[in-house]
């Protein structure tokens, strides 16, 4: 931001970036009303609404920076010194977000589906290892009673299931 505002361009152009800037970072453009403004608002009949801004999804978040990359490459004033500033370099780091989120997006069935198995391994009623732990102890108990060794080795192992 403060590369752009020591270029001389418009106020209308800057004030785009300061916009997809704040999206970006997750701020808002005018403060939350407090419960006082609100109680006010209410008090002169006039209808309170707030809608949330939130933009901070990752694929938002990645789609505001691209938008921001392109204002700033339509801007032939901004020339930054630093490398990592330049459009090039943002580029770079855009490309590298978005593969990662890629990455991850593409990752996320494969992993909820290895739970769901894990799930019915560990927790699936009379088939579970859970409920087959359980019945095993019940059983070392009666064949060898309460205060045997065997049952002692095994009673505090704790089991506990879960709702699938």
């Known amino acids: 931001m403060n ?3 020591a270029t001389d361009i418009s106020s209308q152009v800057e004030e785009s970036v300061k916009t997809l800037v704040r999206k970006i970072q997750g701020t808002r453009s005018t403060a939350k009303k407090t419960e006082t403004q609100k109680a006010d608002m209410t008090a002169e009949g006039k209808e ?3 809608i949330s801004t ?3 999804s990752y ?3 990645l789609d505001n920076f691209n938008k921001l990359i392109q204002l700033l490459s339509s801007i032939e004033l901004y020339t930054p010194n630093e490398p990592e500033l330049k459009i090039t370099a ?3 780091l855009y ?3 978005k593969d990662k989120n890629n990455a991850v997006v593409n990752a996320a069935t494969p992993l909820s589906n290895a739970r769901i198995v894990r799930n019915n391994i560990f927790y699936k009623a009379d088939t579970g290892l859970v409920d087959i732990a359980t019945e095993v102890k019940a059983y070392i108990k009666s064949l060898f009673g309460a205060s045997s060794p065997q049952y002692k080795q095994i009673s505090k192992l704790e089991f506990k299931g879960v709702k699938i």
């Open 3 to 5: 590369a752009v505002k």
């Open 48 to 50: 309170v609404k707030e």
């Open 54 to 56: 939130s933009q901070m």
């Open 59 to 61: 694929e938002n978040r």
């Open 90 to 92: 943002l580029t770079e």
């Open 95 to 97: 490309n590298d977000l």
